[in-house]
């Protein structure tokens, strides 16, 4: 990845983050920090990796994308209008009555969303099933995914990865949104299942372990994963929740619930002006 | 009478309709010997996904599967279908209305010796509640391969509840299946049976008996539980009582879909005959129906009772 390309990728993430701040607070609920953990993922697959056409959503040959951490919808409605999927002003209608922007991603309401999720443990299953379909029709698509720490809770998400590995899906290649927090406290508190790490390598995985904010480290992560000639990816990321807004950063009450006015303002402040603001 | 059962009707009509669209791929949680994907799976192994015993896993699997334009028929037992998968089949099926087939055979009593844990009699009234899905039960095995053949035309989920042992076959290849359409096999105007699944055959035969006592009885084959065919339940409240019957809890399902529509349009006394809110048990599925009371002697009895009801009120 060239200096070029890096600064574009930092500069939509920060714009993004921007967004991903003023739609919370817009909407007066909503979950800031693992949008915020997340975006720098989003950002690299929508900018970078994934061949997708927001005036085509659909189309068939296209990579897809399913955020099993369906909470951090934000982020996704953020990257896809930020790629031309649907104006940045409709960011602003999330989780309101009519509006296309659900809490939690729903693909028969907007263009972009490859895959209705929100109830955890759900998504990677939905997306196996997308990249067996890409084996059975000879397809070269990718099929990407995001999941959470807390969701590796639950039970479905072990049962998806020992089909992942079954099949040898190699077509897929998912991310571990690693930022050591959960509704009611630290992974480590809550439920520790032991190493993530060593836990997919047994289950036939291809893992990788990366900084998740670090789009040269990303990038290296997938090129690597597009390798792998058997084996599903998962490229563990280490990212901090809320990143990008000080008083966020690896705050548990930062999880589920949106900025008032004024922590708006400094959040906005610390993530600098969006052109559309005129600012 | 010939007999087959509606899982063995299933599996056959699956290899057929596999035939003539290379778009259906077939999910099984291991129990492909039972459910019958079986013979699928060796006419078409590319397109068969063996998920191993994971049924929440195989319900999103089919999902992903289907935002692929493939048509995902996926199998295992009624009470796992419905039960341990309910939220993957509510969030990741229905909600996105995706083009998934649930196809779950091994529903109601007649499981048999497997007993309580095995027999699902709740299933009817779990999937009924979901938006988008359709519900079917068909009563025999040429309603099912016609219903197979329907569902797979049909964009959108759908229930199929399916049965494990051999049952009477009362329709010929001529019948004419369509979602949401009942089909009235006897006239009459003394009472309706509305009957579903495999109850359609002792229903028929308790008819049959009641005729001799000079009871003519409306014979409804109610098989699309969802949506259900109104038109043909006020056709049966004309008889002036309905009298239903499911292999299934009375508590929501055909009796209840049937009670949703009577009490709203034209009120007519009704008799529901199901599992009385109990579970099952062990024991051959013949059995078991005569220990629940679901046989043509009784819908017989308790069809008379609600016709004596109507004509002393
Ligand atoms: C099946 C299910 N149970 C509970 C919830 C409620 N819930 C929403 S977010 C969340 C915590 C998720 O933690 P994690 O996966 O670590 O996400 P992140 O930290 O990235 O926000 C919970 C329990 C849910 N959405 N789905
Ligand atoms: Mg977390």
Redesign the pocket.
């Known amino acids: 990845m060239d200096e070029k390309k890096l600064d574009e990728l930092k500069e939509i993430a920060r714009q993004s983050r921007a967004w991903i701040i003023k739609a919370l607070a817009e909407s007066k609920s909503g979950?800031p920090?693992?949008s915020l953990?997340?975006i720098d993922i989003l950002t690299y697959l929508y900018f970078s990796a994934m061949n997708v056409d927001p005036q085509d959503p659909h189309f068939v040959d296209r990579d897809r994308f399913v955020l099993c951490?369906?909470?951090?919808a934000p982020a996704l409605y953020t990257s896809l209008a930020m790629k031309g999927f649907f104006p940045k002003e409709d960011l602003l209608t999330l989780r309101k009555l009519g509006s296309r922007l659900q809490g939690h991603p729903d693909m028969r309401k907007l263009p972009g969303v490859d895959a209705s999720t929100?109830?955890?443990?759900q998504g990677l299953s939905i997306a196996n099933g997308m990249a067996l379909a890409g084996k059975l029709d000879n397809k070269s698509y990718t099929v990407y995914a995001i999941?959470?720490?807390?969701?590796?809770e639950?039970g479905q998400v072990w049962e998806a990865a020992m089909t992942a590995s079954h099949y040898q899906l190699n077509n897929l290649i998912a991310f571990l949104?690693y930022?050591h927090?959960?509704?009611d406290g630290r992974?480590e508190d809550v439920k520790s299942g032991g190493n993530f790490a060593s836990r997919f390598k047994a289950f036939g995985w291809h893992v990788l372990e990366i900084d998740g904010h670090d789009f040269k480290a990303i990038d290296e992560a997938v090129l690597a994963a597009k390798q792998e000639l058997y084996a599903p990816s998962m490229i563990i990321a280490h990212t901090v929740?809320g990143k990008g807004v000080p008083f966020m950063e690896g705050a548990v009450e930062w999880?589920?619930k949106a900025p008032n006015k004024e922590q708006t303002a400094e959040a906005l402040k610390f993530l600098g002006a969006l052109k559309e603001d005129g600012r | 009478m010939q007999k087959k059962a509606t899982r063995d009707a299933y599996g056959e009509a699956l290899v057929e309709l596999g035939h003539e669209f290379d778009n259906i791929v077939v999910l099984e949680a291991d129990l492909s010997k039972s459910t019958k994907t079986e013979l699928f799976a060796k006419e078409f192994p590319e397109r068969f996904f063996q998920m191993g015993i994971a049924e929440q896993d195989m319900m999103g699997t089919a999902a992903g599967l289907a935002t692929c334009n493939k048509v995902a028929f996926a199998s295992t037992f009624a009470i796992f279908a419905t039960g341990r998968a309910f939220e993957q089949v509510r969030n990741s099926i229905a909600y996105p209305s995706l083009n998934v087939k649930i196809c779950a055979t091994h529903a109601g009593l007649t499981v048999g010796e497997d007993g309580g844990s095995h027999q699902a009699i709740e299933d009817i009234a779990i999937m009924r509640a979901i938006p988008n899905m359709t519900v079917i039960v068909p009563a025999d095995a040429t309603e099912t391969a016609k219903a197979l053949r329907a569902i797979y035309h049909y964009d959108g989920p759908v229930y199929l509840r399916l049965g494990r042992p051999a049952v009477p076959i009362i329709y010929d290849e001529n019948m004419n299946f369509q979602i949401g359409k009942a089909n009235k096999l006897q006239e009459g105007h003394d009472l309706a049976i509305i009957a579903t699944g495999i109850m359609v055959a002792p229903a028929m035969e308790a008819a049959e008996a009641l005729k001799k006592e000079g009871i003519l009885a409306q014979v409804w084959d109610m098989a699309t539980i969802k949506p259900i065919d109104k038109e043909a339940i006020r056709e049966a409240a004309k008889t002036g009582a309905i009298l239903t019957v499911e292999e299934h809890s009375i508590i929501g399902g055909l009796g209840s879909a049937v009670a949703e529509v009577v009490v709203e349009n034209s009120p007519v006394p009704m008799q529901f005959m199901g599992v009385e809110d109990r579970f099952g048990q062990s024991g051959t599925p013949d059995e078991l129906l005569k220990a629940y009371g679901l046989t043509a002697e009784n819908i017989a009895i308790k069809a008379k009772e609600l016709a004596n009801k109507k004509s002393s009120s």
């Not at chain 1, 929100?118 to 443990?121: I, N, R, T, V």
């Not at chain 1, 999941?147 to 590796?152: F, S, T, V």
């Open positions: 979950h920090g693992g953990s997340a951490k369906g909470h951090g929100g109830s955890l443990g999941l959470g720490d807390g969701e590796m639950e949104d930022n927090l959960q509704i992974i929740k999880h589920g």
